[in-house]
């Protein structure tokens, strides 16, 4: 174990920075705390340096322990910055700011989501989202507004399956979002250009230009999520098809892409030779260009990731050193976590840097395993155990975030991956055709093959989505049991290659530990089920929530709602005048649904309801009115909307 930690020295930096994000996520953390562990972590470094010789080799952990606590303090210090930037620490009323457009405009239904960071009065990243205008269209990164707005922290629906969308913002760096309408915001004139902006701007000329290639919707989608990580123009049912298959992580720029992308660009550069300065040369330029891509293609966290990590193996090659080791690996994370400390958080840096590790764990053992002969034979072999390999580290993961894991993912990966790179070729020379006028029929030679091979992935991809038992679902892990899963993975796996039997108890208790925790969920007796008005945007959905899953029944919209213990009415205004009583009907619960012109009077004596619901479907300005009727009334009113889903136990 010392000998593996020995050889992976950015291990043991990475460690301390990992611990320091860690506690200064679920801990309160200050600059002056920092200042005095840092501090401490400096002076042990300093005493190490004047113990005496005879003493030096017993006390060689000062200087380790120093840098352990400078390291951790540092990490905690910039996780804390961080974790301000991201405060909804807004102005209560609605004030002017001014800020910069930092991403290119998304189109959404009704509205332009616009990235922007604001430098007055707050220095926040705020998501505002435009109406729809020309002028609206018409912005670009850098662009410098002036809009007036009441910003909003990011809030959950508060649904009993609620995705934690705010956690998830936070985690992007965005600390609230608006509607801006288009009386309230202006270009002032002023563009502020960073490499941020750049970067996006060139992103957007780069998109611009592919719908040149005149692709169909799908396949241009499909060739601007994987060569530039954007994926707005991607359709809902094709991103799940892809989840489907287990393929989804061909739409996102990553390390397979760049990985591509890199052996083009080798191959350009490959005159400068493979000795000498030429080949120092050759990594150099190699570096140059692939950074380069990095910033057309938007400088996204997975592109900036796969480019470093490159770098460092660029680097290695021109120095005569290994090439991908877990060294290069935790020395990107290392980099990383220091200039993004919320990315320890972010689903897709662990999945990533879990995926590369486990190609480094899994594949060289797998590979002996079996060694063809023919050429052909070896790519599809080699190409074989990268996607083994790294859906070996995966699936724990994948069921502890999603609770679904893709059970063809094997074979699609070896049909999608070797296709994908073939589209990534056959895309470069028809950039570099449309770069030049030609003739109309050049051009449609050059878009042949790669529309062709985008439209044989997609199919096969809906194919593969539509095969029996193509997904499993709802096989969420508890973090108990994902250690235990991982605990077990690992160390059968090099069992299998090198039989020793500590690797062989490691991994059978931890299976057996595995199978006494699955065991107990199912002896537990589960949550009851629930009668939920879930919080749907602007719509009415009232259902039963049972083994953490909806289910949907028709409820009548004027009517008693079922439920065994409660007596629940659901009104939707409109249709309810025509009901008379001669005295009040007590209810447990009242729901009302649809536009919110209800009468609270009239309805009062009709009903006389311990609880007044007012669903996600009746407007703000009715719900507000209906909140300060009730108030006035001694009703207690649970307004869907603001405080989340209403539920009642079965």
């Known amino acids: 174990m010392s000998t593996s930690i020995g050889k992976t020295p950015f291990l043991r930096l990475l460690l301390p920075v990992i611990t320091g994000i860690v506690v200064a996520t679920y801990f309160p953390w200050e600059a002056a705390r920092s200042f005095h562990v840092g501090l401490a972590g400096l002076l042990t470094m300093l005493v190490s340096y004047f113990v005496g010789e005879k003493q030096r080799y017993n006390t060689r952990w000062l200087f380790g322990a120093g840098l352990f606590l400078f390291l951790f303090a540092f990490a905690a210090l910039r996780y804390a910055e961080e974790e301000k930037k991201t405060a909804p620490d807004f102005p209560a009323a609605p004030c002017y700011f001014t800020g910069t457009l930092v991403d290119i405009p998304e189109t959404k239904p009704r509205s332009l989501a616009c990235h922007v960071k604001t430098f007055y009065p707050v220095k926040k990243r705020v998501i505002l989202y435009l109406q729809q205008t020309d002028e609206a269209r018409s912005l670009v990164p850098g662009d410098e507004l002036l809009f007036r707005a009441a910003l909003q922290p990011f809030k959950n629906f508060g649904n009993p399956d609620d995705f934690d969308y705010a956690r998830f913002m936070k985690i992007k760096g965005m600390a609230g979002s608006a509607y801006v309408p288009e009386t309230e915001w202006c270009k002032t004139g002023k563009q502020h250009i960073t490499l941020s902006t750049l970067s996006q701007r060139c992103r957007g000329k780069v998109l611009d230009f592919y719908r040149g290639f005149r692709l169909e919707p799908d396949a241009h989608a499909f060739l601007a999520a994987i060569t530039l990580g954007y994926k707005a123009y991607l359709s809902d049912d094709l991103q799940a098809a892809f989840r489907a298959s287990g393929t989804a992580h061909v739409l996102a720029v990553s390390g397979l892409h760049v990985g591509v992308i890199y052996m083009v660009i080798n191959f350009l550069f490959s005159f400068l030779g493979k000795h000498g300065r030429g080949y120092a040369a050759r990594q150099f330029l190699v570096i140059t260009t692939l950074w380069a891509y990095a910033l057309v293609a938007g400088m996204s ?84 155990t990268i996607s083994l390999s790294a859906q070996l580290g995966l699936f724990p993961l994948v069921l502890y975030y999603f609770g679904s894991f893709p059970t063809y993912f094997f074979i699609a990966n070896l049909f999608v991956v070797p296709l994908l790179s073939l589209v990534i070729y056959t895309s470069v020379p028809l950039i570099i055709v449309s770069l030049f006028a030609v003739p109309d029929w050049l051009g449609s030679t050059f878009r042949w093959a790669p529309e062709t091979l985008i439209e044989v992935i997609l199919r096969a991809v809906h194919i593969t989505e539509t095969l029996p038992f193509a997904q499993l679902t709802d096989k969420y892990l508890t973090f108990f049991q994902l250690f235990l899963l991982l605990a077990f993975v690992y160390p059968i796996a090099r069992f299998l290659v090198s039989p020793r039997a500590r690797s062989l108890l490691t991994a059978l208790a931890a299976m057996l530990l595995f199978l006494v925790s699955t065991i107990r969920e199912q002896w537990v007796a589960s949550p009851p089920p629930k009668l939920v008005v879930f919080n749907a945007p602007a719509k009415s959905e009232i259902g039963f929530f049972a083994n953490k899953r909806r289910h949907h029944a028709e409820l009548p919209s004027n009517g008693l709602v079922p439920h065994p213990r409660k007596s629940i009415v659901r009104l939707r205004d409109g249709e309810w005048e025509q009901l008379h009583a001669e005295a009040p009907f007590p209810l447990d619960v009242l729901i009302l649904s649809g536009q919110g012109s209800f009468d609270l009077e009239k309805l009062l004596r009709l009903f006389t309801p311990r609880m007044v619901v007012l669903d996600s479907s009746i407007p703000r300005y009715a719900a507000a009115r209906l909140r300060k009727e009730g108030s006035a009334r001694g009703l207690i009113v649970h307004d869907v909307s603001l405080q989340g889903a209403y539920s009642v136990i079965f």
């Open 301 to 384: 966290a997975p592109v900036i990731r796969a480019a470093f990590m490159l770098t460092i193996y660029c680097v290695g090659r021109a120095f005569r050193r290994s090439g991908f080791t877990y060294n290069t690996l935790a020395a990107a994370a290392f980099f990383l976590l220091l200039c993004r400390p919320f990315s320890l958080h972010d689903v897709s840096f662990m999945m990533s840097f879990t995926a590369v590790f486990a190609i480094l764990f899994f594949q060289p053992k797998i590979k002996r395993l079996h060694m063809p002969h023919g050429k052909i034979s070896r790519y599809i072999w080699e190409l074989s």
